[in-house]
């Protein structure tokens, strides 16, 4: 578990923590990520880290919130632009992640995110099955997609519809960053597929 002690950093010291994780993490395959690397780079010392983590699962969260604080800003942006419109805020998802890990070092890092949440024998599938519950932020924005032109407007329903497109999103991710697919082929399929879902989900398409 992540400590307050690290949230309670001043920025830049934090910012120099996550940027060592982030390149660690691009540099090397999960099973050999190192403390030592790490603590080197971000210029702290082995007992500072441990008063920040418990365990590298935890650099996993750090790793994964660092992409998250950088993609909602984007979110947030598209929801607005969509005046809350489920379909055309998840449509810009796929060009928001992409553009959030646009530099060399970030590209690195998500293709092994995507990568390796299909396995499960490494630090990233470990936090993914066992601690990770969701993105806070996410789900919230979610309770807040505009219903007036959806046929289904329970919280039920929009929680699925989420889920539905969020699988989607995540295919063209894996497909973009993994098998290393064309993006404007990937980005054409992925808002077909958003298109046929609004064909059936709204009342006017």
């Known amino acids: 578990m992540i400590k307050s002690t690290f949230y309670n950093l001043p920025d830049a010291k934090r910012q120099r923590v996550i940027d060592a994780i982030v390149v660690e993490f691009s540099n090397t395959e999960d099973e050999k990520v190192s403390i030592n690397r790490i603590i080197k780079r971000a210029n702290i010392s082995r007992g ?33 632009a969509s005046q809350g419109d489920i379909f055309e805020t998840f449509g810009a998802l796929l060009d928001i992640i992409v553009t959030c890990g646009d530099d060399p070092v970030r590209h690195v890092v998500l293709k092994r995110l995507m990568r390796n949440l299909r396995v499960n024998n490494d630090l990233i599938s470990d936090y993914m099955t ?40 995540k295919n063209a991710l894996f497909n973009y960053y993994v098998t290393e697919a064309d993006y404007e082929q990937v980005k054409q399929r992925y808002l077909k597929k958003i298109q046929i879902v609004r064909q059936g989900a709204a009342l006017t398409a």
């Open 130 to 169: 066992n601690r990770f519950r969701g993105i806070d932020e996410f789900k919230d924005c979610c309770k807040h997609f505009n219903r007036s032109n959806l046929r289904f407007q329970s919280d039920e329903d929009l929680e699925l519809m989420a889920q539905m497109l969020t699988g989607m999103l």
């Open 48 to 80: 500072s880290f441990y008063q920040y983590f418990d365990d590298k699962v935890d650099l996993v969260e750090v790793l994964l919130k660092s992409f998250v604080d950088r993609v909602l800003v984007g979110v947030n942006k598209a929801f607005d």
